[in-house]
């Protein structure tokens, strides 16, 4: 067995199709090829994924050889990798954009530990990841940090700043993670990205590297490790499955599109070689990535990560006839009552289920990319509802809570993002009667850095929703929960101005769940 061919078996190379190209010598890299940064993620009770992609841009290209290049990984127990537990060599592989996915197992559980690549001369900064406790393990507290919308253009990432001295032990990125949108000259602009509308392999890429040069995101991701999910921008704005959004030059195939750039996620992101269920040709026949995903955080979380974009059915009532999204008349719409349409999927709710019945875990988490709970808004004699959320899908929705209502246990908690406002509320059996079981509570937050809600429309919303006991909107920054066996708190970390590079940051909400009592307190608001 060649040295190459070894390579591939070990590290699980072979399996994506790539390039037969031979090695390259790391000793033709004239410049550190580290500026994306490094992340971690994927992480179980024995294992996580370490992540890296060589990088150095030229005026006219790459400046990288059209080769696979060795990388060598390092895991220790400490900062100084005097106690080094596993190593090894991986391939960048020019097919992937140089990106490396490596899966060192046998962990110890429980355990922070410290990572970094070499290739030849050149070191990586050093990440910082965590193994899961075993799932039948005693875990006391638990901080999970989530963030979602992060849009170049209209602010810097200094928000992550403060996640960072947070100290989180898991962070969930609950997507848009990119905007795919040509620069823009709008107000509000504070920095800009090259190119134009990305439509294609290349074009992603290149967004995603514009991205990861941010020193803020990448202190994030090298602080603890991720579980990511995306939404529509990672690929179209509103798009739903197979069918194209509604944003950008129009394509003669969306499934190439798609495929493209979902595989610019996967180079992009800490994510499993699993997750190519299909490998990288089946992306091209429209196969999926999958993100969804289950873990157990030994005796206090059942926690799963979801998918709403890439199984969903077509949005309906689109105003005039339209593809994507749109406020809908709810009386009017009787497609919104179809019991057969789903956001998730069957396959995907179907899973779903199976993973959160009664059991030893404290807490029921569901993270995904949007509001869940019915949010009206219009007036109460015609009252509307966007169909591109779970609004849009009353029945697959009612489905769920239906299955958490059965369990009675009265610990779940739902996690989401994309609308760019900070919603706190009550998940009810019914929403349609505001006296009805609450079942859970559900904490959506507002955008890392986006466009931001009008105040009076925010006003509006919240005086037609009863069971949301908070909203807020004009601010950026994420959502930090603590989860203890009695309870659990949450916590809106708000940044004064995301146009500045370093903004101060505050607290603009914070309540507490009693452990099966589905009641929020309120702590500071």
Known sequence: MNRRHLLRTLFGLGAAGLSSASI??????????????????????????????????????SNLPDAPIPVTWELARDERFSQI???????????????????????????????????????????????????DARVENWRIAFASC?????????????????????????????????????AGVVRTVEGGWCLSLPEYRARYATYRQDPHLQAAHAAAPWMVT??????Q????????????????????????????????????????VE??????????????????????????????????????CTANGELGSSGVERGACTALRDEGRSLLGRQQEQWLAQQHSAGSQRWHVLANATLFGQRLYGTDAKPRVSNDGWDG????????????????????????????????????????????????????????????????????RRRLNPHYVYGD???????????????????VRAVDNSALRHPAIRTAAAFRVAHGQAQLELLQA
């Open 24 to 61: 390259a010598d790391p000793a033709v890299l004239r410049r550190n090829p580290f500026t994306l940064g490094v992340a971690s993620g994927s992480p179980d009770h024995h294992s996580v994924v370490l992540w890296t992609r060589l990088y150095d841009q030229g005026l006219f290209g």
């Open 85 to 135: 537990l596993a190593t090894g060599q991986a391939l960048a592989e020019p097919a992937l954009a140089h990106a490396v996915h490596v899966e060192p197992e046998g962990l110890p559980s429980n355990t922070w530990l410290y990572y970094r690549f070499k290739a030849g001369t050149m070191v990586s900064p050093v990440g910082r990841t965590r193994t899961l406790p075993q799932a």
């Open 150 to 186: 992060q849009h170049y253009e209209r602010g810097y990432f200094g928000a992550y700043a403060h996640l960072v001295q947070d100290k989180p032990d898991l962070v969930l990125f609950l997507g848009d993670y990119i905007y795919e949108y040509a620069p823009s000259r709008a």
């Open 230 to 235: 995306w939404d529509d921008h990672e690929v």
């Open 237 to 276: 704005n509103d798009y739903a499955g197979v069918q194209p959004g509604n944003r950008g030059p129009e394509v003669s195939d969306f499934l190439a599109r798609r495929a493209a750039a979902y595989q610019a996620y996967y180079e992009h992101m800490p994510l499993r070689a699993a997750a190519l």
């Open 279 to 316: 490998q990288l040709t089946g992306l091209q026949r429209g196969g999926e990535l999958r993100l969804y995903t289950n873990c157990r955080i030994g005796d206090l979380i059942n926690l799963s990560l979801l998918d709403n974009r890439q199984y969903r059915h077509p949005q309906v």
């Open 393 to 460: 899908y009353p029945r697959a929705r009612q489905r769920l809570i239906d299955h958490f209502d059965r369990l009675g246990e009265r610990n779940l908690l739902m996690l989401g993002g994309d609308i760019h406002d900070n919603w706190i509320g009550h998940i009810l059996r019914d929403y349609d009667q505001p006296q009805s079981a609450r079942v859970g509570v559900e904490f959506c937050g507002g955008a890392l850095v986006s466009s931001l809600t009008n105040a009076n429309v925010l006003a509006s």
């Open 473 to 491: 909107h004009g601010v950026h920054g994420y959502g930090l929960v603590d989860l203890r066996s009695d309870a659990l708190e949450l916590r």
